[in-house]
Nanobody
Framework: QVQLVESGGGLVQAGDSLRLSCAASGRTLSGGAMSWFRQAPGKEREFVSAINWSGSMTNYTDSVKGRFTISRDNAKNTVYLQMNSLNPEDTAVYYC?????????????????WGQGTQVTVSS
């Protein structure tokens, strides 16, 4: 089993930055892709960004391209999401997800493990 724990969320103002972290423990995820999803109040959980094992491939949803950067440190079993130029539409609970497979995926069902989420609130 794999445990994922997110941290780094908080309340910020529009234009500010935050860096989310997701620490993995338990069974190894060697070779697997990892992602960030988010869920705003009253909305479905949506894909934000994904990264492959080596970090050589990434994917972003259009609304965050140019503002968010995903990265990972496999020595620390941690994936990060640097979020810049935040706006109120980014307000959501952000979830870390991991899959055993190597390929980047954007659907929830493609992921095997999930964290509990961390709240990000952006005020205008």
């Amino acid at each position: 089993q794999v445990q994922l724990v997110e941290s780094g969320g908080g309340l910020v103002q529009a234009g500010d930055s935050l860096r989310l972290s997701c620490a993995a423990s338990g069974r190894t995820l060697s070779g697997g892709a990892m992602s960030w999803f988010r869920q705003a109040p009253g909305k479905e959980r949506e894909f934000v960004s994904a990264i492959n094992w080596s970090g050589s491939m990434t994917n972003y949803t259009d609304s965050v391209k140019g503002r968010f950067t995903i990265s990972r440190d496999n020595a620390k079993n941690t994936v990060y999401l640097q979020m810049n130029s935040l706006n109120p539409e980014d307000t959501a609970v952000y979830y870390c997800a991991a899959r055993r497979g190597p390929f980047l995926r954007i659907k929830l069902d493609d992921y095997d493990y999930w964290g509990q989420g961390t709240q990000v609130t952006v005020s205008s």
